[in-house]
């Protein structure tokens, strides 16, 4: 099975700070990757998909980049708003669906 | 819109079984693959399972195989996921969620989540 890997686990930022989050692959998933954003108690919400396609309604801070076996998540100027756990998901082995063990974003 | 809403959840024995449904409104059900996804306390997202438009194919994690079915009745826009033998380490936060696409994507839309707890 596809194991994925994100880091850091935990990442401590500020109010307009420039937040990058990796996401790598046991092996190649082309473009099949998804990003997640999730609050607290809440469900997850789609952030990207296909590794940089931006879901409809996300606010363009936030951009995806990646191919292959690395893959990142970029949000400029964080937002007090973006403060949540960032989930990485890869959909190209058919039948599994692969989550990321997470990146909780903190206010520094 | 999109809606989706999970039920049957609540606390069961070791050995016990439970059905969750998931009532889905808004979309064509049997246009989409569905997937159950869940989350223990305070740990992260984990794939449970998907099944395709029409029901004939379905997919589990290893952690679930030959434990649990998931099954939809597209005439009545409901998703079901039948959990039996059920362990503590099936304790969690079960979602429903929606493919973004007929094909193998990422999902677009979930519920509220049920919870499940196996304990004595």
């Known amino acids: 099975d596809i194991q994925m890997t994100q880091s850091p686990s935990t990442l401590s930022a500020s109010v307009g700070d420039r937040v990058t989050i990796t996401c790598r692959a046991s092996?190649?998933?082309?473009?099949?990757l998804a990003w997640y954003q999730q609050k607290p108690g809440k469900a997850p919400n789609l952030l990207i998909y296909?590794?940089?396609s931006l879901e409809s309604g996300v606010p363009s801070r936030f951009s995806g980049s990646g191919s292959g076996t690395e893959f990142t998540l970029t949000i400029n100027s964080l937002q007090p708003d973006d403060f949540a756990t960032y989930y990485c998901?890869?959909?190209?082995?058919?039948?599994?669906?692969?989550f990321g063990q997470g990146t909780k974003v903190e206010i520094k | 819109e999109v809606h989706l809403l999970e039920s049957g959840g609540g606390l069961v024995q070791p050995g016990g079984s439970l059905r969750l449904s998931c009532a889905a409104s808004?979309?064509?059900?049997?246009?989409?693959?569905m997937n159950w996804v869940r989350q223990a306390p305070g740990k992260g997202l984990e794939w449970v399972s998907s099944i395709t438009g029409g029901g004939g194919s379905t997919y589990y994690a290893d952690s679930v195989k030959g434990r649990f079915t998931i099954s939809r009745d597209n005439s009545k826009n409901t998703l079901y996921l039948q959990m039996n033998s059920l362990r503590a380490e099936d304790t969690a936060v079960y979602y429903c969620a929606k493919s973004r696409s007929s094909g193998w994507s990422a999902t677009d839309s979930w519920g509220q989540g049920t919870l499940v707890t196996v304990s004595p």
């Open positions: 808004g979309f064509t059900l049997s246009s989409y693959i």
């Open positions: 092996q190649s998933i082309s473009s099949w």
């Open positions: 296909k590794a940089s």
């Open positions: 998901q890869q959909y190209n082995t058919y039948s599994r669906g692969t």
